[in-house]
């Protein structure tokens, strides 16, 4: 495994836990100013730059207080020279979610160039499976 690809992994694995621990400043520390984010709630079309991602984070943080986990359970990586990407399973929610439904995963997908010899994630998203059964 490339040092690039352990860096990004590392950087990856310490996000996860900063917004575990619900570190704001720690959560955005890597990510671009002009961060692109498509979540799992509104706004669909997605928040776009560091002050609306920002915004985000409070709300998720106040539902974990509840006893929610965001833990990786798996996390591959693929990195060039100034560019890579991530995507990975987490296990996201609170008791009895992942009880009630042990292979439900928060799918997460990121985006990620070099600046200045510094990885910085320019594109993150998450979802979840769609289990309503109905057309789209």
Request: charge should be negative; charged fraction near 30%.
């Amino acid at each position: 495994m490339s040092d690039d690809t352990e860096h990004v992994r590392g950087l990856i694995e310490r996000w996860a836990r900063a917004v575990h621990r619900g570190d704001l400043d720690a959560v955005t520390a890597d990510h671009a100013e002009e961060i692109v984010m498509f979540d799992v709630p509104p706004p669909f079309e997605g928040v776009r730059g560091m002050a609306a991602y920002r915004e985000t984070w409070p709300p998720f943080f106040e539902w974990q207080a509840q006893g929610a986990s965001f833990d990786i359970e798996e996390l591959n990586v693929t990195a060039g020279d100034d560019v890579a990407f991530a995507h990975a399973l987490l296990r996201c929610g609170t008791e009895p979610e992942p009880a009630a439904r042990p292979g439900f995963r928060l799918r997460l997908t990121l985006g990620l160039h070099k600046e200045e010899d510094r990885w910085i994630v320019a594109h993150e998203h998450h979802s979840f499976p769609d289990l309503g059964g109905g057309d789209p």
